[in-house]
């Protein structure tokens, strides 16, 4: 695809949202950052993304695998997402509060549909028959250490199971590989987080030590698992964190046997 022909092929239609779940998002926005995305996409991190038929009529909750600090699959599965669906389809998704502190960063990402994480918003989102992106794992799983790069690790956080459950919404396990290793990280450093009490003030657990930034040109492949209906899955358990840990266990071991597979496939820098 031509980078001139993105922006034309996605009309600019305004997506029918209630504004307290995203009133800053901006199909126009999202339509003309497209090319500047589509050079990197194809050629710098020569971006794959597999099975997206899979993915649902809306609502679709996609589980997705957190990576160097999100900076490099976030853009990147965004712009697959709206090479395929157009802005008037907008993917919202859960960002940690952070994100909305720092300068230009605060005003960009809610007009590609970032919304503050809370249990509240994700159920809004998906009962307002809305497609919404979570990555559980979050700064844990974004700072771990490039040895650990193949590894799902959602740090047993399992209240994507629980909103599952709760609006009835198929779960689209999305796996990531490659953009962890965009960048180079020697340690989690979760007691510096600890140290200067940001697990306490805002909720960051890791600050990654990193050797190098994540602007390395790693190959990015993802894929879209099948939806699993967790509430289908589940029905026979009635306990409720039996019902919790077994959805969180089918969840990330679909998505670590993905992950598996995809890191057979491919030739690594690091090894």
Partial sequence: MQAESISESFPPVKPVI??????????????QVQPLIEPFYEKYFRCEVRSMERIPKSPAFLVANHNAGGIVEIPLFLHAWYRKFG???????????????FP?????????????????????????GKDLAVFPGGDWEASRPTAERQKI????????VRIALETGA???????????????????????????????????????????????????????LEPIDLRKELK??????????????L???????????????RKTYWG
């Avoid at 689209?172 to 450093?189: D, K, N, Q």
């Avoid at 009490?197 to 993802?222: C, E, H, N, Q």
């Avoid at 409720?240 to 969180?248: H, P, T």
């Avoid at 993905?258 to 057979?264: G, I, N, P």
């Fill in 18 to 31: 209630e504004p307290e779940l995203s009133q800053d998002y901006s199909p126009d926005f999202v339509a």
């Fill in 87 to 101: 802005p008037g389809r907008p993917l919202l998704g859960l960002a940690h509060k952070a994100v909305f502190t």
């Fill in 104 to 128: 230009v960063v605060k005003d960009l990402m809610p007009k590609i549909g970032a919304i503050p994480a809370s249990p509240e918003n994700a159920r809004k989102v998906l009962k307002a």
């Fill in 153 to 160: 690790d959602f740090a047993g956080r399992k209240g994507f």
């Fill in 170 to 224: 198929p779960v689209v396990p999305l796996v990531i590989a490659g953009a962890h290793e965009t960048g180079l990280i020697l340690a989690r450093s979760a007691e510096w987080a600890k140290a200067l009490g940001l697990d306490i003030t805002d909720r960051i657990k890791a600050v990654p030590l990193w050797a190098f930034p994540p602007v390395l040109p790693s190959k990015v492949t993802m894929e879209c």
């Fill in 236 to 249: 026979a358990f009635k306990d409720e964190e039996e019902k919790l840990r077994r959805g969180y266990d």
């Fill in 251 to 265: 969840v990330t071991s679909r998505m670590q046997e993905a992950m598996d597979h995809l890191y057979a496939e």
